[in-house]
């Protein structure tokens, strides 16, 4: 049976990185990041580009559940609010699979180091830090198993992860 792996976390706590780690543990995969379908110039977030983005991200993760050659779908995105999973949720044909939902969290300090090793990287801007210490609290109130990465490298949680499945 396949089995749909959705990531979410706030901006800078590792869920790409995590995810090229599960990647190197699970068999026949393909991972998807949402992040790709927004790599837009200009960066605009408005009710059109939000339809068109998960509009995309659906079309992509149908087609890879569709296909036979994949046991293991990867997916992470920066999924804060319930609406946003379940939106997506519902626009997925998940009846030949499992799907299970992480997301990955981590305290003001650890984020905040990781974010400004980024910043320091040219990897991300400054004013990410306030954006996504304040999403920090969203994620213990949604349907998905918590993973608190503060103290473990994404190889780590890519292991936790595994044992989860």
Same mark, same amino acid.
């Given at each position: 049976?396949?089995?749909?792996?959705?990531?979410?976390?706030? *901006?800078?706590?590792? %869920?790409?990185?995590?995810?090229?780690?599960?990647?190197?543990?699970?068999?026949?995969?393909?991972?998807?990041?949402?992040?790709?379908?927004?790599?837009?110039?200009?960066?605009?977030?408005?009710?059109?580009?939000?339809?068109?983005? *998960?509009?995309?991200?659906? /079309?992509?993760?149908?087609?890879?559940?569709?296909?036979?050659?994949?046991?293991?779908?990867?997916?992470?995105?920066? *999924? /804060?609010?319930?609406?946003?999973?379940?939106?997506?949720?519902?626009?997925?044909?998940?009846?030949?699979?499992?799907? %299970?939902?992480?997301?990955?969290?981590?305290?003001?300090?650890?984020?905040? %180091?990781?974010?400004?090793?980024?910043?320091?990287?040219?990897?991300?801007?400054?004013?990410?830090?306030?954006?996504?210490?304040?999403?920090?609290?969203?994620?213990?109130?949604?349907?998905?198993?918590?993973?608190?990465?503060?103290?473990?490298?994404?190889?780590?949680?890519?292991?936790?992860?595994?044992?989860?499945?």
């Amino acid at each position: 049976m396949k089995t749909l792996i959705l990531i979410g976390g706030t *901006m800078g706590v590792g %869920k790409t990185t995590t995810c090229r780690e599960l990647q190197k543990l699970l068999p026949d995969n393909v991972f998807l990041d949402g992040d790709w379908c927004w790599d837009m110039k200009p960066f605009v977030v408005d009710s059109e580009t939000k339809e068109m983005v *998960m509009d995309n991200i659906c /079309h992509l993760l149908n087609n890879f559940l569709r296909c036979s050659k994949y046991q293991n779908i990867v997916f992470c995105w920066v *999924m /804060h609010q319930q609406a946003i999973w379940d939106d997506l949720l519902s626009r997925l044909d998940t009846r030949a699979c499992r799907v %299970k939902r992480f997301s990955l969290i981590a305290d003001q300090a650890a984020l905040e %180091k990781r974010l400004i090793g980024d910043i320091e990287k040219g990897v991300r801007t400054r004013d990410i830090l306030q954006r996504s210490v304040e999403r920090i609290a969203c994620y213990a109130t949604l349907q998905t198993e918590k993973i608190d990465v503060s103290n473990i490298t994404p190889q780590e949680a890519a292991e936790e992860i595994c044992r989860r499945l």
